[in-house]
């Protein structure tokens, strides 16, 4: 998987919105960025993911710059039960993807 | 609920015992995993699936032996474990094995081994 960088922690207050940044700078041109959660002793939960377009949905926000080699996770108005650790991930394409987890981003939000 | 169902939840066992875990998903998956996390480590990819074979072993030891008897079950037979093998185990799916695929994961068994 190309390697990425993101930071251990993060705070964020209750009802404001998380930006939480992931680099990633050995990506591949056919390689995805996904974002999966996971809440304490709970399963990974996906999030989203994109290629190279902004991408929305119901939970998030994926911004990816021009270069491909950084992204952001943005949760626009995040709660209480959104703290979890955040993992981006880019797996290698083709018959090589494998999904592998790193260490994530403890998102700590507070009341 | 994300359509992957494991079981048990708890599980204790000695170390001479036998069990098994179990992973179901009626999703329409053709790919499953095995995952374990110990404490305060990342999630270990142990095992993958793709329509029924086996494409990654994760230099699993072998006392961990995978079984996959069609697209919707996934099993984790366990035995002569050792302490160490205490964690977290988690099964994924996803609707194949590559690329703009997104896994839904179950929520775990949690194995003690005494």
């Known amino acids: 998987d190309a390697k990425t960088t993101q930071p251990t922690s993060m705070d964020c207050a209750e009802g404001r919105a998380a930006n939480l940044p992931c680099n990633h700078s050995?990506?591949?041109?056919?390689?995805?960025v996904y974002w999966y959660r996971q809440i304490h002793s709970q399963g990974p939960q996906y999030i989203i993911h994109?290629?190279?377009n902004n991408e929305t949905n119901e939970m998030a926000s994926l911004i990816i710059t021009e270069d491909r080699k950084s992204s952001t996770l943005i949760l626009p108005h995040a709660t209480l039960r959104d703290t979890a650790v955040y993992y981006c991930i880019v797996p290698r394409g083709g018959s090589n993807y494998k999904l592998t987890f790193g260490k994530g981003t403890l998102l700590t939000v507070n009341p | 609920e994300t359509g992957v169902t494991q079981t048990p939840r708890h599980l204790v066992m000695g170390m001479t015992n036998k069990k098994s875990l179990k992973c179901e998903q009626h999703?329409?998956?053709?790919?499953m995993y095995w995952y374990k996390q110990s404490a305060k480590k990342p999630l270990e990819l142990m095992f993958v699936y793709n329509f029924k074979e086996q494409t990654e072993n994760n230099s699993v030891p072998s006392r961990f032996s995978p079984e996959c008897p069609n697209s919707s079950h996934l099993f984790l037979h366990l035995h002569t474990l050792q302490p160490e093998d205490s964690a977290l185990y988690l099964c994924?799916?996803?609707?194949?094995?590559?690329?703009?695929?997104?896994?839904?994961f179950g929520q775990g068994t949690r194995l003690t081994v005494v």
């Open positions: 999703l329409g998956h053709n790919a």
């Open positions: 994924a799916s996803s609707q194949d094995h590559g690329v703009g695929s997104e896994a839904f």
């Open positions: 994109g290629l190279k």
């Open positions: 050995t990506i591949s041109g056919n390689e995805y």
